[in-house]
């Protein structure tokens, strides 16, 4: 499944993926006022040649872009 990879410019540790680029339509109401200005990154690539922080969730942000349409993903600092 493709997918593509938005970041916060308000908080730039929430990522947001979506199905479409630059498609926040099926975002819950209030979630863009928290996150403020979202910035396309990329489109996401294979589970293998992703980074290991999104391959370990990979399946859950696959499984919610597909049903729901997005998946929000806080990256906290190691």
Do not use: W
């Amino acid at each position: 499944m493709t997918f593509f990879i938005h970041q916060s410019k308000l908080n730039p540790r929430y990522y947001v993926f979506t199905n479409l680029k630059n498609d926040f339509s099926r975002l819950p109401e209030g979630i863009l006022d928290e996150l403020g200005k979202i910035r396309f990154l990329r489109k996401a690539h294979s589970q293998e040649d992703e980074t290991k922080t999104l391959s370990e969730k990979y399946s859950e942000i696959v499984q919610n872009v597909a049903t729901r349409g997005y998946h929000i993903l806080e990256i906290q600092d190691k």
